[in-house]
């Protein structure tokens, strides 16, 4: 079906012939053209996406006399994801000057969708998630919000206590013997980076490397998890991203807090900071 055609006589309808589609023409200038103007060719323009229509161009010898959009019909082809585009197809049938009707087919791609996250959810530990309600593609960030808890603050439970038919009442001038405590259990973050899928540690002449393939990542970790690689050999902290490396003295960021402090080494393209606790030690680095 044709619309808007200004000046088609028989164009649109399928009854057009090169000898017999006439159209009567005003240049641009406003003069008039003396006589009718008989179409001798024509010419496929650009689709309209958001109207979803294509023009066709009649003319007579160079001389564009009439413009006529035809309706298109979208067909989707394979449906957009949260990463990757989608793509369909726009179909239009219009009236040709040789008497005939033609159809154009174009494939243009639609925009990926994006991911739709969810809410935060922490998982007690340093960190948080959150998931693509669409795809169920997960996030994990480090969390702001997360206090370690203190040794002491949490002890383990006791085993139940059974009965005894022993007679335990310390004689005269013995000492009293005193119940073990269970072992309290102390949560250490582990190290960990986010923003990226993978990366590469290698411990080498007192130095850790933590190599991540991306422009902008985040290590981040307890100091305890430090204070086992401190054990190990270790002497500095070394973070490489593609753009950005930044290295940290592992005796330095040990002193600014107890073994349940986190720390957060960031590199954002070219740019590096560094928080302890929530608290910012960007000075600290060596860039």
Known sequence: MAYGGEGANNLGNGKNKKSESVIHYTDPNNRSDPGNVTID??????????????????????????????????????????????KGTYTATYDSVDGTQKTVTNEVGSPALGHAFGEWVPDGAGHKTRTCTRCNEKEKAVDENYVAPKPGEEPAEKPDEKPSDTDNTPSEGSTPETDSTAEETVSYAPLCVVGAPAYEQTVKDGRVLIAVPAQSASLTGSLHALKELKAKGAEVLVFRTQLCESTVSIDTLLAQGAETTIFTLTHTKEAASLTVGGADHTDLLNK
Do not use: D, F
């Open 41 to 86: 060719s024509e010419e496929v323009g650009e689709w309209n996406i958001e109207n979803k229509t294509l023009e066709v161009k009649y003319k007579k010898g160079n001389k564009v006399v009439s413009r006529v959009n035809y309706a298109g019909k979208w067909t989707v082809t394979r449906e957009a994801t949260c990463t990757e585009e989608g």
